[in-house]
């Protein structure tokens, strides 16, 4: 039943678009289609150099009553783009927007 477990483990050591490579120099086609390399790949350079320069200005943040400024910008971009009615956030934040503006607000359940 869990032969997988009597095995040697995978090591995947790198990835190159859709294929993944373990410590032996053998590949694997990812199927795994998880965050963004089911659309672009592993090591894409666009990604990698975004990543890179966020790494610079700061690794990480927390969204608990901070903002920062990528996040914010994308906001504004989706809302130029699709000028939603409701842009639902994780747990009980929402933002409500329309043509001219964008309302922040907190509600204990999502619509």
């Known amino acids: 039943m869990r032969d997988w477990l009597k095995r040697e483990p995978i090591v995947i050591i790198r990835g190159k678009?859709?294929?993944?490579v373990d410590q032996h120099g053998k590949e694997y086609l990812d199927g795994n289609s998880s965050i963004w390399?089911?659309?672009h790949g592993h090591s894409h350079p666009r990604i990698n150099a975004a990543i890179k320069r966020q790494l610079g200005r700061i690794a990480h943040s927390s969204a608990l009553g901070l903002a920062n400024e990528p996040a914010s910008l994308l906001a504004g971009e989706l809302v130029k783009a699709a000028?939603?009615?409701?842009?639902?956030?994780?747990?009980?934040?929402?933002?409500?927007?329309?043509?001219?503006k964008l309302r922040l607000g907190r509600s204990l359940a999502l619509p």
């Open 37 to 39: 390399t089911n659309l």
């Open 17 to 20: 678009g859709a294929l993944l």
């Open 83 to 100: 000028n939603p009615t409701w842009l639902v956030g994780r747990g009980s934040r929402r933002a409500h927007t329309d043509p001219n």
